[in-house]
């Protein structure tokens, strides 16, 4: 869990994610899948139903199975528990 202070844009990691047969090698490129509509990262902000991210920056690749995502200040715009 990490505090955001409300209404502030911030880039998050996201991950590990691992690969679902043998749960051990690191998904490296599913920055693509994590931007679709159909696929992507949806938030839940203070217990509502999942919508889609405010911000139209893809999510990046970062390390060791770990994506850098970024939140806008429609993302964090209620305050509350915000979930991925």
């Known amino acids: 869990m990490i505090w955001l202070k409300q209404s502030t844009a911030v880039t998050v990691q996201f991950g590990p994610f691992l690969d679902a047969t043998d749960g051990v090698t690191l998904e490296t490129g599913l920055a693509t899948a994590m ?5 992507g990262i949806r938030l ?6 999942f ?4 911000s139209a ?14 939140l806008s200040t429609t993302d ?5 528990a915000l979930r991925m």
């Open 35 to 39: 931007d679709n509509a159909t696929t």
């Open 51 to 54: 919508a889609d991210r405010g």
């Open 76 to 80: 964090t715009n209620t305050l509350g």
């Open 57 to 70: 920056t893809a999510p990046a690749y970062d390390a060791m199975g770990g994506y850098r995502i970024n």
């Open 44 to 49: 839940s902000k203070n217990g509502a139903a």
